[in-house]
Nanobody, 112 residues
């Protein structure tokens, strides 16, 4: 089992930045890929970014150039640096490990 705890969600103005964190515990040695999904209000959950244990990354087209995913294997933590935020980035952001384990989510609201 893997437990994931997200943090860092907040209310931010358009154009602002936020950094989300996801700390993993439990059977962390089984983790080969981690990432972030988000669920905007009234919409389905969608991929934001993923990163493998080797550091390979993948981003949704909507966040390329604005968001950066990073990972510290020693600290069992993955981060999502979000810059140039837009109102359409408003969502609950969920961390996952191996697409099998999920955190409870952290709310990001982009609004003036």
């Amino acid at each position: 089992q893997v437990q994931l705890v997200e943090s860092g969600g907040d209310l931010v103005q358009p154009g602002g930045s936020l950094r989300l964190s996801c700390a993993a515990s439990g059977n962390i040695f089984s983790i080969y890929i981690m990432g972030w999904y988000r669920q905007p209000p009234g919409k389905q959950r969608e991929l934001v970014a993923t990163i493998t244990s080797g550091g390979s990354t993948n981003y949704a087209d909507s966040v390329k150039g604005r968001f950066t995913i990073s990972r510290d294997n020693a600290k069992n933590t993955v981060w999502l640096q979000m810059n140039s935020l837009k109102p359409e980035d408003t969502a609950v952001y969920y961390c996952h490990a191996n697409y099998d384990y999920w955190g409870k989510g952290t709310l990001v609201t982009v609004s003036s």
